[in-house]
């Protein structure tokens, strides 16, 4: 029904390329997100989803149907934008109905499927009121609202969340995974916040520059980025990446120290290579080697420590309290067999 296919999609406008040829399968009721920094061209692909931007070349499908040339409103997709624009002068229910009204859709059935967006929405006490007196959060439920009366074969959403207080995000990221659980409507998703990518999708894509980088399952990413940027991309704090060289399985800091990394497979040559090391795969350990403390932040939970560690600054997440000082010593270890390996000339992942 809802399945998207984007085969070899470019954007042109003029002679600027921003579009370099993506492909993507998306799955009937699959929540895909695509992620990349600011003017990556997330926003351009999902424009030429919903049809408000021309397809420069490729072709993309939506329930098996080629919709190049189709229309918008011919494409049976709801799309959910940043700025949700709610008519100012009409009340929550009118702004739900409205789309419909204009689809000549008869008075009871509107009546129902705004009723029943109200209730997976939690708005049925608010249907009488207007913007104006709704807080963020409620208005963005209704431009949710807007777009599941229309019972669409695909939800397209750029950068819904953006406007709202860093709680309600929290609390509409839990709210749309919810709704996508029970609605089941294949949603394609636009952010440039790795967390909402990891915590909604069921899978990611990872867009840099106008060219996928990869696309995989949250964890999937995590654990076997496929290169540096995705490493450096997905994960808060972020992945520590140590630019040095291999010398038999031991890894040599920019500054000489040593730490042997175990097995490795038989391709890998001596020579240079960054090493990627995640912050919570760091450890306490008085046999381990002695970083410097430079900075602590405690967080209740946790304790975030920058250490100065081969000649290097590096994150690690702990979950002890830590007592000692900036300027003070402390061992600590990581586990090697969970550490990446990335090629020294074009950052991609070596497979241990
Ligand atoms: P994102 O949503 O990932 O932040 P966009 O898709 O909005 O990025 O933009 C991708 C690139 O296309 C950017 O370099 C942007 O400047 C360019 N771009 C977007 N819209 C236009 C336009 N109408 N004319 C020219 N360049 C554009
Ligand atoms: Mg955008």
């Given at each position: 029904m809802g399945a998207v296919t984007i085969r070899n999609v470019r954007k042109a406008y003029g002679a600027v390329e921003v579009l370099h040829g993506v492909s993507i399968d998306i799955e009937d009721g699959e929540f895909v997100i695509l992620v990349g920094p600011?003017?990556?061209g997330k926003s351009t692909l999902l424009r030429m989803i919903a049809g408000l931007e021309d397809i420069t070349g490729g072709d993309i499908e939506i329930g098996g149907q080629?919709?190049?040339?189709?229309e918008p409103k011919d494409r049976d997709i709801a799309m959910v934008f940043?700025?949700?624009?709610?008519?100012?002068?009409?009340t929550v229910e009118e702004n739900m109905a409205f789309s419909l009204k204009l689809g000549r859709v008869p008075k009871d059935e509107i009546r129902r499927r705004v009723l029943n967006a109200a209730q997976i929405l939690g708005l049925q006490d608010y249907l009488e009121r207007y913007p104006r007196h709704l807080s963020g959060g409620q208005r963005q439920r209704v431009a949710m609202g807007r777009a599941i009366?229309?019972?669409?074969k695909v939800f397209l959403f750029d950068e819904p969340l953006s406007n709202l207080d860093a709680k309600l995000r929290v609390q509409m990221r839990s709210e749309i995974k919810l709704n996508h659980q029970r609605l089941k409507t294949t949603t394609i998703y636009v952010t440039h916040d790795q967390i909402e990518a990891m915590t909604m999708a069921n899978r990611i894509v990872v867009m840099h520059s106008g060219n996928i980088e990869q696309i995989g399952t949250p964890l999937e990413l995590y654990d076997r980025p496929a290169n540096l940027f995705v490493a450096s991309f997905i994960g808060s704090p972020a992945m520590n990446i140590i630019s040095g060289a291999l010398d038999g399985t031991s890894f040599i800091f920019p500054d000489g120290k040593r730490v042997d990394l175990g097995a490795l497979p038989s391709g890998v040559g001596n020579g240079p290579i960054s090493l990627g090391v995640r912050p919570e795969h760091f450890s306490l350990d008085a046999q381990g080697v002695q970083a410097e403390v430079v900075l602590i932040e405690p967080t209740g939970s946790e304790t975030q420590v920058t250490l100065r560690l081969g000649g290097k600054d590096i994150v690690g997440v702990f979950r002890e309290r830590i007592e000692a000082q900036p300027g003070q010593s402390i061992g600590i270890s990581f586990q090697r067999e969970l550490a990446h390996l990335f090629a020294a000339e074009d950052g991609r992942r070596i497979e241990r």
């Open positions: 600011s003017g990556c080629l919709v190049n040339d189709l940043q700025s949700y624009a709610l008519y100012p002068h009409m009366v229309r019972n669409p």
